[in-house]
């Protein structure tokens, strides 16, 4: 049986550091969970931990009834706030909206979601749902370190290249984390920034 890893077939999930790239998502099928405020305090890690257990038994439900199995995706998520600076230069992680994700196979059923769900514990699985997320054209790029110094690279981003490009902003603040963050020294984190825009 073949292992698939979705982030080697999905041209999306490769960024270079340094550099940012006008790219089309396509659409893609997660399971989220919503909340808000800092992702250091307990609804934040709560979602997590739902997350995880929920993904890797669909892994199991699609290697078992299905044969096929496939790598489970790194954790993602959506960020916004109504004054955008609080990403940039204040950092006010308390003014913070976010959805956690991770990304699914479009073979999974809702029926194996709806499975999957009633038979895992976790502290927001009654907050978790299976959505299609259409981001289309997208400006991203891949930061090297720990999250609090992302400000700058958005700033470049958010007031230089999509600007300076003739685009504008629509979606929300998309960030894939590539590195465990269990296991990872803050410097050597790897992050891909993604922005949706128009234009």
Known sequence: ?????????IPSYRARSGAFEIIDVPPLRYLMIDGEGDPNAQPYADAIATLFPVAYRLKFMSKRELDRDYVVMPLE????????ESFTSRRDKSHWQWTAMILTPDWITQD???????????????DLRLTALSEGRCVQTLHL????????VLEALHRGFIPAHGLRMTGRHHEIYLSDLRRTDPARLRTILRQPVEG
């Open 112 to 126: 194996q979601f709806d499975r999957a769900i009633e038979s895992t514990r976790g502290p927001a699985v009654d």
């Open 1 to 9: 049986m073949v292992k698939v890893d979705l982030k080697k077939e």
């Open 77 to 84: 998520a959506l960020w916004w706030s109504d004054d955008m």
């Open 145 to 152: 370190g720990p999250f609090d110094e992302e400000g700058p």
